[in-house]
Nanobody, 113 residues
Framework: QLQASGGGLVEAGGSLRLSCGAS??????MDWYRQAPGRQREVVAG???????NYADSVKGRFTVSTNNAKNTVYLQMNSLKPEDTAVYYC???????????WGQGTQVTVSS
């Protein structure tokens, strides 16, 4: 089961690194989503198993998604955090062979002004 971790409370301008993975885990595409209170869940960043990344405009230049060499853990490095980044962050592993995607439990990120 996917485990997401690394959330917390940080001041504006600070950094956090989220992790998502599990022993024996693999993925074809891993996306990070976030959901703020009263808002729809939105995708913020993603990475393929081949290392291709993409980012929402709102986080481009501030967030970096990466994976470890074993490709069983995906990280989301979040720098220059803003209060509007406050949300519950989720990871979602997708597979190209038709398997259903797998969600990690959310981790709360709170950015104080």
């Amino acid at each position: 089961q996917l485990q997401a971790s690394g959330g917390g409370l940080v001041e504006a301008g600070g950094s956090l690194r989220l992790s998502c993975g599990a022993s024996g885990f693999s993925f074809d595409i891993m996306d990070w989503y976030r959901q703020a209170p009263g808002r729809q869940r939105e995708v913020v960043a993603g990475i393929t198993s081949g290392g291709v990344t993409n980012y929402a405009d709102s986080v481009k230049g501030r967030f970096t998604v990466s994976t470890n060499n074993a490709k069983n853990t995906v990280y989301l490095q979040m720098n220059s955090l803003k209060p509007e980044d406050t949300a519950v962050y989720y990871c979602n592993a997708k597979y190209l062979d038709g398997r259903p995607s797998s969600w990690g439990q959310g981790t709360q990120v709170t950015v104080s002004s």
